[in-house]
């Protein structure tokens, strides 16, 4: 019976030490969590996307708290969140949030382009990648399969005639389609953008004839009438240098292929 009592009490003696021990260590080596970061969380839009340059709206509200990030990097959340976090950290105004849309540069729908092979596989872009490219005889061009769609945390993503539109009214600017295109056909551009080359084509012309109606065929038309010396062409295929683009669209009157859109 004493041997048991003993037992007992060593037991509670040792748990008791332990427990004081936690509550010391507890308060010893506490981290200090600024209040203002759970306030901070709570306004983000919880996208996690990773527009601002963060792997989620937390490590976003950490950034902004510690004063490595400013205050108008959430595209999601716009010029509203900006004053609710310039408010919460006693900020001036840092500035609006510059909005941002995804575009697909490819107009290749089903009616403009052809096959090399019929893809019955699993229903997603990256899978039918993996199978020669997929099923399109181009290709660099969207598979219309819906991986973009599926992520969009906005529903501006909608696949039609196998290509897939994003509306612009909708898109937040996110960039997770980015990311998760296979064929790296989806960009996030500045809204003032007016013009692009819809087409990532890099084969030339004759390679291309065939293929898709509406694809690039580097006959450099664009390049030598742009006023402004903004498009250039290399790599058989018409790129755009925003920072000389003045939006005239005289290159979407004359693109032979139609393949330079406005918007």
């Known amino acids: 019976m004493i041997i048991v009592f003993n037992a007992i009490v060593l037991v509670a003696a040792v748990g ?12 010893v080596m506490a981290v200090q969590v600024d209040e203002r970061q759970s306030e901070l969380r709570a306004c983000l839009p ?13 490590a ?9 990030a400013a205050s108008n990097l ?12 310039n408010e919460i950290m006693g900020l001036s105004s840092e500035g609006i949030v510059v909005k941002k849309t995804a575009v697909v540069h490819c107009i ?27 099923q399109n005889a181009c290709a660099f061009g969207c598979a219309g399969l819906g991986d973009c769609q599926r992520v969009c945390p906005s529903e501006a993503i909608c696949i ?24 790296g056909l989806i960009f996030v551009q500045n809204t003032p953008v007016k013009v692009a080359v819809m087409c990532k084509n890099t084969e030339k012309g ?6 898709c109606k509406v694809g690039c065929i580097a006959c450099m038309k664009c390049e030598k009438e742009c006023p402004n010396s903004a498009i250039t062409v290399t790599d058989f295929l018409a790129r755009i240098d925003y920072t000389k683009c003045v939006g005239c669209l005289k290159c979407v009157d004359i693109c ?4 330079i859109s406005s918007f």
């Not at 008791?16 to 308060?27: G, P, T």
């Not at 004759?206 to 293929?211: C, D, H, I, N, V």
């Open 74 to 85: 959430c595209l999601p959340g716009g010029n509203d969140l900006v004053g609710r976090i």
């Open 206 to 211: 004759a390679q291309l004839k065939g293929k």
């Open 108 to 134: 290749g729908s089903a009616d403009k382009k052809s096959l090399k092979m019929e893809y019955s596989g699993i229903l997603s872009c990256r899978a039918a990648s993996l199978h020669y490219g997929g």
């Open 60 to 68: 976003y509200a950490a950034a902004v708290i510690s004063g490595k």
């Open 16 to 27: 008791f030490i332990c427990a004081v021990l936690l509550a010391v260590a507890s308060k």
């Open 160 to 183: 039609e005639k196998s290509l897939a539109h994003i509306d612009s009214r909708n898109c937040i600017g996110c960039g997770l389609c980015v990311k998760t295109c296979p064929y």
């Open 256 to 259: 032979v292929k139609k393949c």
């Open 46 to 58: 919880g996208a996690n996307c990773g527009a601002c340059g963060y792997s989620g709206c937390d």
